[in-house]
């Protein structure tokens, strides 16, 4: 007897779960689009375009901001 595959199985529920969360998302853009009256295709590409930078933070210390995990490091001492 053939064993079932449950990491196809695993995968293709995945899969169609994905499917319907972006066929979601599209409705939500589209009747945002229309709310605003505004073309879908137009929000999808800012949207998804990448921000630029700023220069420096909001205390104004210099240092770019940076978007992501933050690392904390130890600071060697004189002892």
Excluded: C
Excluded at 40 to 66: F, K, L, N, W
């Amino acid at each position: 007897m053939a064993k079932p595959n449950y990491g196809f199985e695993k995968r293709q529920r995945e899969l169609a779960k994905k499917k319907k969360q972006d066929e979601k998302n599209a409705r939500k853009r589209e009747a945002r689009s229309a709310v605003t009256g505004t073309d879908a295709t137009t929000a999808d590409a800012a949207s998804s375009a990448p921000e630029a930078a700023p220069a420096a933070d909001a205390q104004g210390t210099g240092e770019p901001t940076v978007d992501g995990p933050r690392i904390h490091r130890r600071v060697p001492t004189g002892d």
